[in-house]
């Protein structure tokens, strides 16, 4: 009961403040809070389908909303695998990058976690060399002379 009100939204304990009995009071929120899953769940299947991995400027962003849409399927019961997340990131790959998309998967990643850190470190891999690029770009320095001396 203890760890209960003290984790209790402010609002709401206002409202459950009289009831003694830790049963009562989970029936109670569970009560208030079941329908919850019938309002989630469309929309977190609505997204999952919707979630493709091009659409994030960067895999930070990629990665932060797709472990939001599956926490939220996860709260109403369904079950995403690792094999999930993995075809998910593959299938949504940009059309111009089915070469590297073939690459990560015969690398034969089997945790969703090492993929995202494979792709993390090329991302920053390539904004060093852009970076490197626009600094002096390819042309900016006049070839050596060979027979200078």
Same mark, same amino acid.
């Given at each position: 009961l203890i760890f209960l009100r003290h984790? $209790?939204?402010?609002?709401?304990?206002? !409202?459950? *403040? +009289? /009831?003694e009995n830790p049963l009562e009071l989970? =029936?109670? *929120?569970?009560?208030?809070? !079941?329908?919850?899953? +019938?309002?989630?769940?469309?929309?977190? *299947?609505n997204d999952w389908s919707q979630l493709r991995f091009q659409d994030f400027k960067t895999v930070s962003e990629y990665n932060f909303t797709l472990f939001k849409i599956v926490s939220q399927l996860k709260m109403c019961g369904e079950v995403i695998t690792e094999d999930m997340l993995l075809e998910k990131t593959y299938q949504t790959f940009h059309a111009s990058n089915?070469? &590297? #998309? #073939? #690459?990560?998967? *015969?690398?034969?990643?089997?945790?969703?976690?090492? &993929? /995202?850190?494979s792709l993390l470190i090329a !991302?920053? $891999?390539? !904004?060093?060399?852009? =970076?490197?690029h626009e600094s002096r770009p390819t042309g900016s320095t006049p070839l050596p002379e060979v027979n200078v001396t």
């Amino acid at each position: 009961l203890i760890f209960l009100r003290h984790h $209790i939204d402010d609002g709401l304990k206002y !409202e459950y *403040l +009289t /009831i003694e009995n830790p049963l009562e009071l989970w =029936q109670n *929120l569970n009560n208030r809070f !079941e329908h919850l899953k +019938t309002v989630v769940l469309p929309k977190a *299947l609505n997204d999952w389908s919707q979630l493709r991995f091009q659409d994030f400027k960067t895999v930070s962003e990629y990665n932060f909303t797709l472990f939001k849409i599956v926490s939220q399927l996860k709260m109403c019961g369904e079950v995403i695998t690792e094999d999930m997340l993995l075809e998910k990131t593959y299938q949504t790959f940009h059309a111009s990058n089915v070469l &590297l #998309q #073939q #690459q990560y998967r *015969l690398h034969g990643f089997k945790k969703y976690r090492e &993929l /995202i850190g494979s792709l993390l470190i090329a !991302e920053q $891999i390539n !904004e060093l060399l852009l =970076q490197n690029h626009e600094s002096r770009p390819t042309g900016s320095t006049p070839l050596p002379e060979v027979n200078v001396t």
